[in-house]
């Protein structure tokens, strides 16, 4: 196999993952545009219950190429989307385009851990509902994670806001691991190999992606990985601690089904504790 790049030890993994290497990890987003739609039904099934009307303000944290921004801004909700990614943004934008949609939706590029500053100063507040989909928190610490729920809190609408999370379940994973996974997405296909600490509940691991030629392939990146998880009792301590209050949590976001350990995701249902 031929070496082709392979990142910088001092950079973020994040960072090259998401922003530096985009175009490679599009493959992922692209493959999981399939499962959008009934992820946004279950996400408006919430909404009802919680008396998020139609023309509410949501924020989507980490939108990626806007699988659910979009979706949801169909559905009369105004939306901003925002991400770390500009790549992966002008793909939303790309695509939003393409459906000439007339809807009300907002893409703000910016860092995860400063969303409350970016978005502040771009005047847009005052959220009836956030969501945070397909595990975006526990890139770094379980105090950045904090950092994040606590700026989230700063952007929530004075008569009260909803957060919505989806992750994956630490519980699940330990019963289900698996230290090597192949994806395949044409011509890049994936290796993850994983080992996970029971300690501080660390998934470390190597990603490495590949370009398919013929019978070859040929190494495009290689990077060191590693992913914080949370049990469901973890995750309602910390929204707890950033002030939220988890009322409901699910096993899946298009079914509904209630939160256990024999299900892949947590989905975690908070208001804001100070409303």
Known sequence: MKKQMTSRTQDP????LFVKYAHLYLHE???????????????CKIFDEFKIENR???????????????????????????????????????????ENQNTRISF????????????????QSDFKAIIIMDNSIGYATRKKDLMIFKNLLSLS???????ITQTENRDWRIK??????????????THAQWKFNLEDS????????????NRTLYLLLNLP????????????????????NLVKSYGNISTLEPASTDRAEIITVSTNKSK
């Open 225 to 244: 990985i590693h992913l914080r998880l949370y049990s469901l009792h973890e995750l309602k301590q910390i929204l707890h601690e950033s002030g939220w």
């Open 13 to 16: 993994w994040t960072y090259l």
């Open 56 to 98: 509410s303000r949501v924020l989507d944290f980490s939108c990626g190429i806007g699988r659910h921004s979009i979706r949801l801004s169909k559905r009369g909700y105004e939306v901003i989307g925002y991400d770390p990614s500009s790549f992966f943004l002008e793909k939303a934008r790309e695509k939003l385009k393409l």
């Open 157 to 163: 609408s004075e008569s009260g806001t909803i957060l």
């Open 108 to 123: 703000y590029q910016g860092d995860p851990y400063h969303v409350s500053k970016v978005l502040s100063r771009k005047n």
């Open 176 to 189: 289900n691991f698996e230290p090597c996974i192949i994806a395949d997405y044409g011509t890049i296909q």
């Open 29 to 43: 987003l692209l493959g999981m545009e399939h499962k959008a739609e009934p992820e946004v039904n279950g996400i």
């Open 202 to 213: 660390i998934f470390e691991g190597i990603l490495r992606f590949y370009r398919k030629r």
